[in-house]
């Protein structure tokens, strides 16, 4: 499975990617990844649109490799076409302070719930990818962040 889709840089972008991973996922046979993948993406998507510095869109892909059930992995990518950040040190310095402060914690949320992830800046934009391990096996356990896709 490998699918791209282009979403506009609207308020409506997260909810229309999570309803396009869900059906993907479903149709698949990957319900039991639904509800983590959803909020990475719709972490991934709202971050793009709200710092990506281009309104010309946002593209979301979802790839699923591995040769067997217990060995996959989904990955979620999302690319905007602005600069990008260093998003290592932005998520290890800016840890919210305010425990009741309404945004701050979608890096923390993507660490927790993925099994990897990364970003990386290039000509073409700036990436941010997760991958999401199927855990048909009963096996868990999450692998450090790293860079690159």
Not at 6 to 34: D, I, K, N, W
Not at 57 to 62: I, S
Not at 90 to 114: C, F, M, N, Q, T
Request: net charge negative; with cysteine; hydrophobic share 40%.
């Amino acid at each position: 499975m490998h699918v791209t889709w282009e979403l506009s840089c609207t308020p409506q972008a997260s909810a229309h990617a999570r309803a396009l991973v869900g059906e993907r996922l479903e149709f698949y046979g990957l319900g039991e990844l639904a509800e983590n993948a959803l909020v990475v993406t719709s972490e991934m998507v709202t971050n793009a649109v709200r710092h990506g510095t281009s309104h010309s869109g946002v593209d979301l892909a979802l790839q699923l490799t591995g040769d067997a059930p217990e060995h996959c992995c989904v990955h979620v990518v999302v690319r905007d076409h602005g600069p990008g950040a260093d998003l290592l040190r932005l998520h290890h310095e800016s840890a919210p302070s305010d425990v009741l402060a309404a945004s701050g914690r979608g890096l923390v949320l993507i660490e927790e719930l993925a099994q990897a992830w990364g970003d990386t800046n290039g000509p073409d934009g700036h990436t941010v990818w997760a991958c999401l391990r199927c855990e048909r096996s009963g096996q868990s356990g999450r692998a450090p962040r790293a860079t690159g896709a």
